[in-house]
């Protein structure tokens, strides 16, 4: 009698346990996907002086990508009076996109700014999130390595990085990548600093204190890979809902959206040519 | 031996100033692409690229086409008077890829550029804009650069061709628009995308 009573009460204690993690498992869920849209969504208020100072986070890859990333810079000019800091983000034994940064900076940048010595960029090392051939069972803890080392440097903590002084936010404002599996690191933890920021910003106008429209921080620009005709890459597709801008080279590639609601790829031509 | 070959064959064609017109073939450093050497390092391939005037044949063999490239240089006869050279492995190939560029001072005509389907090559030779003919390596599943060959060449960007057809696919090539296409205006797009990510004031 006594022991049907008590498997009664464990019973009941269990289901509503199950229930209970349903049910914020869904919360979750359900928060993630609206948070997301929101932050997809948004659009970005013209409100920045040209001129004030800015800090330009590149996430560069292998080979190919690295490659492809400094033809579009060059092409586009990439002007050191506008993006005043650059911080060039490479993987750990990757000295060939480390010494193209270098290069880049050396001959492109040093020609168009006045300065005699060049100390407006800086290149930051972080793990890899799999090395080639590297089982896949330990791929996830060396993933997570790397996306902590990412939200250090995103939030200014990494030693290799020396930002002047007027900068009085840790945060690069942009985020420019086109496709290693780093940069989807660099990306997600962009997103879940932003997420705490906007938490912060609701708590304090929520306590009715006095909130400074801010500028935005943090904002990320995807460009599929030139390669790419028809699908996107793994790394295009893991970042289609979390990128704010997705720039396509090939029309057929456009207007491509993670799922309903969410913000499409947008076509620019060739961008590496 | 493969660097001594590359830069003597560099230095032969910067200080002797007499015409010429190069082809260069590459199969990339690092996946092997036997069948193409097979094809090209022939008298047969040779006698094709004389008949559309070309002068110097050079060719990137890669990692595994050492002794391919080697019997072909013992065999004199097989040149059909074509200057030779050859390498595996170079941390960058601008400057070979460069010397397929026309430039009327240096004597040089608009060579040809014969790659496997590496995206770093053909976007290097577009920027050139060289002929090129786009070998895809059919052992290798990679289909997104087939994909990317097949669209370049329906633009007539570059001709896509088989192993076998590589020598009828030069008076193709050779016609094509080969735009220049690095000497295009700035890019702007970008920019604007960027700076909108930005919020900068218009």
């Given at each position: 009698m006594h022991l049907s009573f008590s498997l009664t009460v464990s019973w009941d204690f269990v289901l509503t346990c199950c229930i209970l993690a349903i049910v914020l498992a869904v919360l979750i869920l359900f928060i993630i996907l609206l948070s997301l849209a929101i932050s997809q969504n948004t659009i970005v208020p013209k409100c920045r002086p040209k001129g004030s100072p800015t800090h330009l986070l590149v996430v560069l890859g292998s080979g190919g990508h690295t490659a492809e990333m400094f033809y579009m810079l060059d092409r586009m000019e990439l002007d050191p009076h506008i993006y005043t800091y650059r911080t060039y983000l490479v993987s750990s034994g990757d000295d060939f996109s480390a010494g193209k940064a270098k290069e880049f900076e050396d001959q492109h940048v040093q020609k168009l700014q006045s300065h005699t010595e060049n100390d407006r960029y800086s290149i930051v090392t972080v793990p890899r999130a799999r090395r080639v051939h590297q089982s896949y069972l330990t791929a996830p803890f060396s993933t997570l390595q790397c996306f902590w080392v990412c939200l250090c440097v995103l939030r200014g903590l990494h030693p290799d990085q020396k930002l002047p002084e007027e900068y009085t936010s840790p945060y690069p404002d942009l985020i420019l990548t086109n496709g290693p599996a780093t940069a989807v690191c660099v990306v997600a933890a962009a997103k879940i600093i932003r997420f705490f920021l906007c938490l912060n910003r609701l708590g304090a106008l929520c306590l009715g204190l006095q909130v400074n429209s801010t500028v935005p921080k943090l904002r990320t620009v995807y460009v599929e890979s030139w390669a790419r005709v028809n699908s996107l890459s793994v790394s295009g597709v893991l970042l289609l809902p979390l990128v704010d801008r997705f720039l396509v080279q090939w029309p057929a590639q456009a207007g491509r959206r993670a799922w309903w609601g969410m913000k499409r790829t947008q076509y620019a031509g060739w961008l590496v040519i | 031996m493969g660097d001594n070959w590359a830069f003597h064959f560099i230095q032969i064609v910067s200080f002797n100033s007499v015409l010429m017109k190069l082809c260069f073939v590459t199969v990339g450093?690092?996946?092997?692409?036997r069948k193409l050497l097979e094809q090209v390092l022939t008298s047969k391939f040779t006698k094709t690229l004389t008949e559309h005037g070309y002068t110097h044949f050079l060719v990137q063999y890669g990692k595994d086409g050492q002794d391919l490239y080697d019997k072909f240089v013992a065999d004199e006869e097989a040149h059909n008077g074509l200057t030779i050279g050859g390498f595996?492995?170079?941390?960058?190939i601008d400057s070979f890829l460069l010397q397929t560029v026309e430039r009327k001072v240096y004597d040089r005509e608009r060579g040809l550029i014969i790659c496997h389907a590496g995206t770093g090559t053909i976007l290097a030779g577009l920027r050139l804009g060289v002929p090129m003919i786009v070998v895809p390596n059919p052992d290798l599943a990679d289909n997104h650069q087939q994909e990317l060959a097949d669209v370049l060449e329906e633009d007539k960007y570059v001709v896509s061709s088989s192993v076998e057809n590589v020598g009828s696919a030069i008076r193709l090539a050779e016609s094509q628009k080969a735009e220049v296409l690095s000497s295009r205006a700035k890019d702007e797009n970008l920019t604007k995308n960027l700076s909108d990510e930005m919020g900068f004031l218009d």
């Open positions: - | 450093a690092t996946a092997a692409f595996d492995f170079q941390p960058s």
